[in-house]
């Protein structure tokens, strides 16, 4: 069974662009989250879809923002980049019970 | 509001000696507590929860409520164990899950 798959793994971006960054979720699990891991600041929680509906989101800036669609998918966009935005961007996803699985992540750098 | 504190960034242990890593947590309510690990090049994985009451690979965490800490231990230190754990709350619903910063585990030959 294939495990949570972000896409990319790396992105490079400059100041002011925009960010996309995909997840897929493990197959039967409804709910993603999304996390921020900067240096030295551990997992910090961005966002949390569930049956397609943003459930919960964590201390962040409007201009970080997602979407889950119908298979589960989800996207996260992050707008106006900043250069303390750069970062591991974790993906995990959870069916009933709260364990969170996560993918390996998409590595943003931004100059 | 929700917080987990993980006060040892770096925990360096000697072979076969006790390991205990450091977790509290404030929330005013009953949370669910898990010990999340990361190996070297690998995912970020569940290693146990609270609710489970189980020991894996060793490890066991047990939940303080009048400490309101979830520290992790094992009796006898492996190479193998060295990686970085993190300690995460999760208080119910749709509420937000919290991690702390993470404790690498360093076990020394």
């Known amino acids: 069974e294939a495990g949570v798959t972000q896409s990319p793994t790396h992105l490079i971006k400059t100041r002011g662009q925009q960010a996309t960054l995909r997840c897929s979720p493990i197959?039967?699990?409804?709910?993603v989250y999304w996390y921020q891991q900067a240096l030295g600041l551990g997992l910090q929680f961005l966002l949390w879809y569930d049956e397609g509906e943003e459930r919960n989101r964590g201390n962040f800036p409007p201009r970080f923002s997602g979407r889950q669609f119908p298979n589960y998918s989800s996207e996260l966009n992050v707008n106006a980049l900043e250069l303390e935005d750069s970062a591991l961007y974790l993906c995990?996803?959870?069916?009933?019970?709260?364990?969170?699985?996560f993918g390996a992540g998409t590595r943003l750098s931004v100059l | 509001a929700q917080r987990v504190t993980q006060p040892e960034k770096l925990l360096s242990v000697f072979k076969g000696a006790p390991v205990e890593l450091k977790c509290n947590y404030s929330?005013?309510?009953?949370?669910?507590l898990f010990w999340y690990v990361q190996y070297s090049r690998q995912r970020l994985q569940l290693l146990l929860r609270?609710?489970s009451r189980e020991s894996i690979k060793g490890f066991t965490a047990d939940l303080n409520k009048g400490e309101t800490s979830f520290h992790l231990k094992k009796p006898f230190a492996q190479e193998e164990d060295s990686a970085m754990y993190y300690c995460?709350?999760?208080?119910?619903?749709?509420?937000?899950?919290?991690f702390g910063t993470g404790t690498k585990l360093q076990v020394i030959p």
């Open positions: 929330y005013s309510g009953s949370p669910e």
């Open positions: 995990a996803s959870s069916s009933q019970g709260n364990i969170q699985y």
């Open positions: 197959s039967g699990h409804t709910s």
């Open positions: 609270h609710i």
């Open positions: 995460a709350l999760h208080s119910g619903g749709y509420q937000k899950v919290t």
